[in-house]
């Protein structure tokens, strides 16, 4: 069982930055695709970015382009979101995910294992 945990998240004023940290307690750390989503009251929760095994390949939702950048660390069992450019409507709940699929994905039901979530609010 993966068990994944969230932090970094916060208030931060429109344009400035953020970064999100996850934990992940598994051995194989370093076979797993890993991804963000986030999710706004009322919506759908949102693909955000996600990272190939060794952090080579990344894949991220427009909106977020050159502005937000995905990277892990295998030793330490840890992905990051630095997130730049903050907007009113980055608000959300940010969620990691794990999958261990073999091509990266934005669709969240190809994430088996997930987060509990960290807040980050944008305020204008």
């Known amino acids: 069982q993966v068990q994944l945990v969230e932090s970094g998240g916060g208030q931060v004023q429109a344009g400035g930055s953020l970064g999100l940290s996850c934990a992940a307690s598994?051995?194989?750390?370093?076979?797993?695709?890993m991804g963000w989503f986030r999710q706004a009251p009322g919506k759908e929760r949102q693909f955000v970015a996600a990272?190939?095994?060794?952090?080579?390949?990344?894949y991220y939702e427009d909106s977020v382009k050159g502005r937000f950048s995905i990277s892990r660390d295998n030793a330490k069992n840890t992905l990051y979101l630095q997130m730049n450019s903050l907007k009113p409507e980055d608000t959300a709940a940010y969620y990691c995910a794990a999958t261990t699929g073999w091509v990266l994905t934005g669709k969240s039901d190809q994430y088996r294992d997930w987060g509990q979530g960290t807040q980050v609010t944008v305020s204008s």
């Open positions: 598994l051995s194989s750390f370093e076979t797993y695709i």
């Open positions: 990272i190939s095994w060794r952090g080579g390949s990344t």
